[in-house]
């Protein structure tokens, strides 16, 4: 892992540490926050998008969603269904309202959720952006729930050594790496 890697895994995992298990707002998510949460920047978003190969007829799966910007990304430019789900209720809220203002509220749904006890075997693409632990940690779950020939993208960071990714592309300081689920 780079340096830059690394310092920015100590961060998100300094702010995952000092995350509430509350919301502003009254919402209680589930359980304390995984990680911080860092929106992926709209153009790492296209390009995940593109490395996925997403087409019509996907369906795209956002674990720890956020705004919901890649399943509403996937949804605007190829008119994919997609799930986006997060345990912050705030997050849910503010991805439902993105859907709705980019006009994709049907072919989307957000859910407030636990990315580790949800379903994602309809899933043809999961797109992440999280920590290389909780990646590792989903790793068997992606294996085991999707099926053939889906694509896991996973923004800068990878599963580990155990599942090295098939392609790997540098953008600037950030990266993007693709997996294919094997029959």
Not at 2 to 25: H, W
Not at 105 to 114: A, I, N, R, Y
Not at 127 to 139: D, G, I, K, T
Request: hydrophobic share 45%; charged share 30%.
């Amino acid at each position: 892992m780079s340096r830059r890697g690394i310092i920015a895994m100590m961060v998100l995992a300094l702010c995952a540490a000092s995350v509430p298990t509350f919301a502003q707002d009254g919402d209680r998510p589930a359980r304390k926050l995984d990680v911080w949460y860092v929106p992926t920047p709209h153009e790492i978003v296209d390009r995940m998008l593109d490395v996925a190969r997403v087409r019509t007829g996907d369906v795209v799966y956002d674990l720890g969603c956020g705004d919901g910007r890649m399943v509403i990304a996937a949804a605007k430019k190829f008119g994919t269904r997609g799930v986006g789900v997060d345990l912050d209720p705030r997050r849910i809220r503010e991805a439902r309202a993105n859907a709705k203002a980019a006009g994709v509220e049907d072919l989307v749904t957000f859910k407030v959720g636990d990315m580790f006890e949800t379903d994602i075997s309809e899933a043809t693409v999961v797109m992440l952006y999280l920590l290389p632990e909780l990646n590792r940690r989903l790793m068997p779950k992606l294996k085991s729930e999707l099926r053939p020939g889906a694509r896991v993208v996973s923004h800068d960071f990878d599963m580990g050594k155990e599942w090295p990714p098939e392609r790997y592309i540098k953008l600037g300081t950030s990266g993007i790496y693709l997996w294919t689920i094997e029959g």
